[in-house]
């Protein structure tokens, strides 16, 4: 196949370019690199299956020559991100994804959206199954991403009611490992960098509030099997094993033998309290479940976290 990938440079964009290319498919990545780095691909251009295209995708996207799937992953994706780029996510998830559709319409391509856990908010239940409509403060300041998300999911289905086109949703939680950035401002990238350098590490609030930790590689192998189903509502991946940041920021410290001291902040306005997905859609549909376990993941991603500190 020849896939497109917008946000192709970014840590998840790239991982599955480098996936699907190992598949034998041909990649097309489109980047405006606001928060996406060549160095993610740059080991890509020598395959022979990827270009590269600077772009911004909320403008009218094309791209010569068949496409046969259209992944639209471009958006700032973490907290730190989305805060000081409040307009162009929104821009991203409402004109980028109204583009992206367009495109793949018009190139008769099967369309998938990387969407979020963010779509839940701050939850009610848990753990978040797909049917759960979510508990959003649209006008908070993380509004911008949980609110562009949702609007992209909305226009999404339109697309695939009143057009009849094939489309995937993926609900994306929590996902970490190689090529995500030191200064990204999630928890996994501030821990290590601040355990491999013996910086205090951060935790905010009490540190009782849970994520579920993916390693990138079971993700992206769940996003290909979902892209290749015929499942066009939106599908949670993610790690159903549910850790307190303040456990996630021992664990680390003991993994990089820090002499780093674990200090509290204030919690930031609407932070989830906790995050957990409901994969029986997932282990059902398309027979997936993560296999990785935290501590192997997090020692890969510390030995890249050590090469890109230069340690």
Not at 23 to 35: C, E, M, P, R, S
Not at 46 to 62: A, R, W
Not at 147 to 168: D, G, P, W
Not at 263 to 271: A, E, G, R, S
Request: glycine share 8%; proline share 6%.
């Amino acid at each position: 196949m020849r896939i497109v990938i917008t946000g192709g440079c970014g840590f998840l964009g790239s991982h599955i370019a480098r996936y699907l290319i190992n598949k034998g498919h041909y990649v097309v990545a489109i980047d405006n690199l606001i928060t996406g780095r060549m160095e993610n691909v740059d080991d890509l251009f020598h395959t022979g299956k990827f270009e590269f295209i600077k772009y911004d995708v909320t403008n009218y996207i094309h791209v010569s020559g068949k496409v046969d799937a259209v992944l639209h992953f471009a958006s700032p994706a973490s907290p730190a991100d989305y805060l000081k780029y409040p307009i162009p996510t929104l821009k991203v998830g409402a004109l980028g994804t109204h583009k992206a559709l367009g495109f793949a319409k018009e190139k008769k391509a099967i369309f998938m959206l990387a969407s979020t856990s963010e779509v839940y908010g701050d939850p009610l239940i848990n753990p978040q199954p797909e049917s759960y409509w979510g508990n959003v403060n649209p006008i908070g300041p993380r509004g911008v991403y949980d609110e562009a998300k949702r609007f992209a999911e909305a226009l999404t289905m339109a697309y695939h009611r009143y057009h009849n086109m094939q489309v995937r949703i993926v609900r994306i939680f929590n996902t970490y490992g190689p090529n995500m950035r030191l200064n990204d401002g999630r928890a996994i990238p501030n821990f290590i960098t601040q355990a491999l350098t013996n910086k205090p590490i951060t935790v905010y609030g009490d540190g009782s509030q849970t994520r579920s930790l993916c390693y990138v590689s079971d993700l992206v192998r769940g996003i290909y099997k979902l892209l290749l189903s015929d499942i066009n509502e939106p599908v949670n991946l993610g790690n159903p094993t549910e850790i307190t940041l303040l456990e996630l920021a021992k664990i680390i410290k003991n993994l990089t033998k820090s002499r780093s001291k674990i200090i509290f902040k204030p919690l930031p306005v609407d932070d989830p309290k906790i995050r957990r997905p409901d994969i029986t859609l997932a282990m059902k549909k398309i027979k997936w479940e993560p296999k990785v376990s935290l501590k192997e993941g997090l020692l890969k991603t510390i030995e890249y976290f050590k090469k890109e500190l230069k340690l």
